[in-house]
């Protein structure tokens, strides 16, 4: 039986301390990992629907296959893996800041690690996303710059109004999505995860830049508050129109 707490790995960077954790869950047995940004959580494998979702939900609304997706934010890997066991995907980069975080899939640290490390469909790369989304003549691929994707699938910052970086507000801007609509192909997906429900605002700002959007609610029970949680998935469609 594995230790009740144990502190995997710890690093400085730029952004601050960042640390990947894993306690026993004596509730349940299970063990929880857990990746902290100073003393901010930024993700539990405990609470995971949502992260699924996000990927589920963005490569449902694309009826081709052979398809090229984009995951900009790694964390514990639901997402990027959920993308990844969908056989319609032919590629796959995820985008993430931390080299850390990336190191810990590689290495194995965290469960869905070694599935994402070895499948070739898939590749890390380490980067700002949200400087790489204003750039579309470089784009967030170093070996093919400019290409163009069919799904963009984010969850990095907690909702479009509460960033972990302040200059990453600029990309829910109506600039800023517009330009993050130029990374896309003709009636690609945009999907984005919020830890809120749905602001209408904001929808209607996803509507403006893409064509098509709207939110779909991810609603599980939270035991450590005895209540629903009520988290979102962002969805924006390309029209084909788009500049």
């Known amino acids: 039986m594995s230790a009740l707490f144990e502190e995997l790995d710890y690093q400085v960077t730029p952004m601050g301390a960042i640390s990947l954790r894993r306690r026993r869950d004596l509730s349940t047995g299970q063990d929880i990992f857990e990746i902290k940004l100073n003393d901010e959580f930024l993700m539990s494998s405990k609470f995971t629907r949502s992260e699924k979702a996000l990927a589920t939900h963005a490569l449902s609304e694309l009826p081709g296959k052979a398809l090229d997706v984009v995951v900009g934010g790694l964390g514990l890997g639901y997402t990027a893996v959920t993308a990844l066991r969908n056989q319609n995907v032919r590629s796959m980069l995820v985008v993430d800041v931390f080299r850390p975080v990336i190191d810990w899939h590689e290495r ?21 996303f949200f400087a790489m989304a204003r750039a579309p003549e470089t784009g967030f691929d170093p070996q093919d710059p400019g290409c163009r994707f069919d799904a963009i699938l984010l969850d990095i910052d907690h909702s479009p109004h509460h960033v972990l970086r302040s200059s990453n507000g600029a990309l829910y801007t109506p600039q800023g999505l517009q330009i993050l609509a130029e990374h896309l192909r003709p009636h690609g997906v ?20 893409f064509g098509v959007a709207r939110a779909e609610p991810v609603v599980f029970h939270n ?19 788009a500049a």
Request: aromatic share 8%.
């Open 108 to 128: 194995g640290l965290l469960p869905l690690g070694s599935e994402l490390a070895q499948d070739e469909r898939c590749r890390f790369v380490e980067g700002d």
């Open 190 to 209: 945009f999907a984005l995860w919020s830890n809120d429900p749905e602001d209408t605002d904001f929808t209607g700002r996803l509507r403006a830049a």
């Open 223 to 241: 035991p450590l508050q005895d209540r629903d949680a009520v988290q979102c998935v962002y969805l924006a469609h390309k029209r084909a129109d």
